[in-house]
């Protein structure tokens, strides 16, 4: 790849586009000091100029959320065929619907909690779940307006549904598994190693995971032998079902005297300073700079014709 211009595509729309450009500007400078030619791609309205102005030949996709997480931009990359990192346009849609993810997880016998579905414009009431539960949009990530419920009001409740329908037009509903959270990366099918997170307070929401200080990450994670195989093995197997490639990540939950449950698959991990996937590819020895050079190798382009 090193005959070859590497563009970082960053920035892009929404609540998590400060996040992306750490994470750009990260790997970025992982890239310059290696050798690469490369040049960072602030997203916006503008990007299919950009693209032809910059004349890259690969990009490594640094886009969280909404157009950089969901297909959009992998569909135009493989309209101009220019190879891109990560997953392809259809596991990137699946992965990032968390709804789409919970009916693959159940037939491909990943375990996950209990849920049900809330529609903007359908009835609100909840038929299944009963608290503690999670309250979640479907489609967002950085656990924007997520909020847990331990013992609710109907008052509580409805408000936690309407804050995420302000996000997406469809809400998930889970039933709150309590436990150790354990993150596990998985880079080009094979899982790397297991980090536990630990939030000072509260839960692992949006300020827990990017400012320095707020959680402790435990790397790797206290568990057994027999449990951290688990994992790394159902955290491979649920990139496997999502069909994802290059790098993703895997959330789970794992409860008292219970095995690991599946929260979600995230196809474009966070490459920031407080970031899991490094940490998670430290555990195996894998450096940042090792990383970032290893998920830009797989980068690849769908279409043949």
Same mark, same amino acid.
């Given at each position: 790849?090193?005959?070859?211009?590497?563009?970082?595509?960053?920035?892009?729309?929404?609540?998590?586009?400060?996040?992306?450009? !750490?994470?750009?500007?990260?790997?970025?400078?992982?890239?310059?000091?290696?050798?690469?030619?490369?040049?960072?791609?602030?997203?916006g309205d503008d990007l299919v100029d950009k693209l032809r102005e910059s004349r890259i030949e690969v990009a490594f996709?640094?886009?969280?959320?909404?157009?950089?997480?969901?297909?959009?931009?992998?569909?135009?990359?493989?309209?101009?065929?220019?190879?891109?990192?990560?997953?392809?346009?259809?596991?990137?849609?699946?992965?990032?619907?968390?709804?789409?993810?919970?009916?693959?997880?159940?037939?491909?016998?990943?375990?996950?909690?209990?849920?049900?579905?809330?529609?903007?414009?359908?009835?609100?009431?909840?038929?299944?779940?009963?608290?503690?539960?999670?309250?979640?949009?479907?489609?967002?990530?950085?656990?924007?307006?997520?909020?847990?419920?331990?013992?609710?009001?109907?008052?509580?409740?409805?408000?936690?549904?309407?804050?995420?329908?302000?996000?997406?037009?469809?809400?998930?509903?889970?039933?709150?598994?309590?436990?150790?959270?354990?993150?596990?990366?998985?880079?080009?099918?094979?899982?790397?190693?297991?980090?536990?997170?630990?939030?000072?307070?509260?839960?692992?929401?949006?300020?827990?995971?990017?400012?320095?200080?707020?959680?402790?990450?435990?790397?790797?994670?206290?568990?057994?032998?027999?449990?951290?195989?688990?994992?790394?093995?159902?955290?491979?197997?649920?990139?496997?079902?999502?069909?994802?490639?290059?790098?993703?990540?895997?959330?789970?939950?794992?409860?008292?005297?219970?095995?690991?449950?599946?929260?979600?698959?995230?196809?474009?991990?966070?490459?920031?300073?407080?970031?899991?996937?490094?940490?998670?590819?430290?555990?195996?020895?894998?450096?940042?700079?090792?990383?970032?050079?290893?998920?830009?190798? !797989?980068?690849?382009?769908?279409?043949?014709?």
């Amino acid at each position: 790849m090193k005959d070859k211009k590497i563009g970082v595509l960053m920035g892009g729309f929404g609540g998590e586009r400060e996040v992306s450009l !750490n994470s750009g500007r990260a790997v970025l400078e992982a890239l310059e000091r290696s050798g690469y030619d490369v040049v960072g791609i602030d997203v916006g309205d503008d990007l299919v100029d950009k693209l032809r102005e910059s004349r890259i030949e690969v990009a490594f996709v640094a886009l969280h959320g909404h157009v950089g997480e969901d297909g959009i931009v992998q569909g135009l990359l493989e309209f101009m065929r220019i190879p891109y990192t990560g997953s392809g346009v259809l596991s990137s849609a699946v992965s990032m619907d968390k709804i789409t993810t919970k009916r693959i997880f159940e037939r491909g016998g990943i375990p996950t909690a209990q849920w049900e579905i809330v529609e903007r414009d359908g009835d609100k009431k909840l038929r299944k779940i009963e608290p503690p539960m999670v309250v979640k949009p479907s489609a967002a990530g950085s656990s924007l307006a997520v909020t847990i419920l331990t013992d609710p009001g109907s008052d509580e409740i409805e408000e936690a549904i309407e804050k995420a329908l302000e996000v997406d037009e469809k809400v998930i509903v889970e039933k709150y598994i309590p436990g150790a959270e354990i993150t596990v990366g998985v880079l080009n099918g094979e899982p790397l190693g297991c980090v536990e997170i630990r939030p000072k307070e509260g839960f692992y929401d949006y300020e827990h995971k990017y400012t320095s200080g707020c959680a402790e990450y435990l790397a790797p994670a206290p568990l057994d032998e027999k449990t951290t195989s688990l994992i790394r093995r159902l955290g491979a197997d649920a990139c496997k079902v999502l069909g994802c490639r290059g790098a993703a990540r895997a959330d789970f939950r794992l409860p008292p005297q219970a095995g690991p449950v599946a929260l979600e698959v995230n196809t474009i991990p966070g490459l920031t300073s407080t970031s899991l996937l490094p940490k998670s590819a430290k555990v195996m020895g894998m450096d940042f700079e090792e990383l970032v050079e290893r998920m830009l190798a !797989n980068a690849a382009c769908e279409r043949k014709d």
